[in-house]
């Protein structure tokens, strides 16, 4: 069938919206009807060329991996959702490695192979502009399109009585955050943390701490409006890192170090800091995006005393479980994700992305 879709054909290049050729579903695949898209920092990366993307398969490509839509079309072996059903879309996963097996899905030992494969993981793919093939299946969705197909694994049906536009963020960004504080970190009421960068991943931890009872929340970040917005959101305290030492301010505000951190960044130097304004037996989570390589210098006397550095990938979530106790905690006012969000049209994805780059929105999302 006949779609529109936002195009990248070079590294770093702007985002095309051009006439496509998208192929019938599979019999373990779904058409979906994309109502709104995010914007998250993963596209951005992957369209600058910094996942582990195989070359050949990498551009021209369409990403977009936190859509929310209408199922238009479900093939002959799935059984999850029908035609007519709201769905928000996640990532995807084989569902028969060690980790999957083990109820540990976003730590899927073929987590490229199903997202970032530029193709279906057996190499076939999905989108054509003529005779060209365009790369996609990004997280087995690329949603920056007003149709996608996605696999019967990576959609999660969701209420009809919540705005489906807004539903997009849950599947990656909003997921992450708020699943780093409430199935990671897991903080008792009372306890203090500290998020380091509060774009959209960060925001969200924001929101979570708030519904675990922490009690000191500290926003660390570089944005004036950021920060504001934090404070907005529940966030006890708030650091500007371009003015003052974070580690040490975090130190006076606890006395001592906060119980938790989270690094949101992607940025080697701030881990550091996020590690070292702990306190003994603190946990420190690397959620931020960086380039497969990238090291970081931490005091090693630092982290025998007790304190532990923990990746997470997406929030160590199970989609059909996490999404919809966020939008249940939404729906009771507890959870206001949708206040980060500003809307564009599609047709403005690059003043999206440029708006997002800049600090000036924290989560763009596409209405298609």
């Not at 306890?191 to 991943?201: D, Q």
């Not at 504001?228 to 606890?254: C, L, M, R, S, Y």
């Amino acid at each position: 069938m006949e779609i529109k879709a936002a195009v990248v054909f070079e590294p770093s290049g702007k985002f095309s919206i051009e006439e496509l050729e998208l192929s019938d579903p599979n019999e373990d695949e779904l058409l979906v009807r994309i109502v709104g898209a995010g914007i998250c920092h993963t596209d951005l990366v992957a369209r600058d060329m910094h996942l582990p993307i195989p070359p050949e398969r990498a551009l021209p490509s369409v990403f977009g991996h936190e859509g929310a839509g209408v199922v238009e079309k479900v093939g002959a072996r799935v059984t999850k959702v029908q035609p007519g059903d709201h769905v928000a879309l996640s990532w995807d996963c084989c569902g028969a490695c060690p980790s999957c097996r083990s109820g540990n899905d976003p730590y899927c030992h073929n987590f490229f192979l199903h997202n970032f494969n530029g193709a279906r993981p057996d190499g076939t793919t999905t989108l054509r502009k003529g005779d060209q093939v365009i790369y996609g299946n990004f997280f087995s969705q690329s949603s920056f399109a007003n149709f996608a197909l996605a696999n019967e694994r990576n959609v999660v049906k969701v209420s009809k009585d919540v705005p489906l536009e807004i539903l997009g963020p849950l599947g990656c960004g909003v997921q992450t955050g708020a699943g780093a504080v409430m199935n990671m970190l897991q903080p008792r009421p009372g306890a203090s943390i500290a998020v380091f960068g509060v774009g959209p991943v960060g925001m969200s931890a924001v929101l979570a701490a708030v519904v675990c009872g922490c009690t000191t929340i500290i926003a660390v970040d570089i944005i004036p409006d950021r920060l504001k917005k934090a404070k907005e959101f529940g966030a006890t305290h708030t650091i500007n890192a371009g003015e003052v030492n974070p580690v040490e301010a975090i130190q006076d505000i606890t006395g001592g170090g906060a119980d938790f951190t989270l690094e949101c960044v992607g940025n080697p130097q701030v881990l550091r800091q996020a590690v070292d304004a702990l306190p003994r037996c603190g946990v420190c989570g690397l959620l931020g995006v960086v380039p497969p390589g990238t090291e970081v210098s931490l005091d090693m006397d630092l982290i025998m005393n007790g304190r532990t550095v923990r990746g997470v990938i997406e929030g160590d979530a199970i989609p059909d479980l996490f999404i919809p106790k966020l939008i249940e905690l939404y729906s009771q006012g507890r959870f206001p994700f949708d206040g980060m969000i500003t809307f564009y049209p599609f047709e403005e994805i690059n003043q999206a992305v440029e708006d997002m780059e800049e600090g000036r929105v924290i989560k763009p999302v596409l209405k298609l």
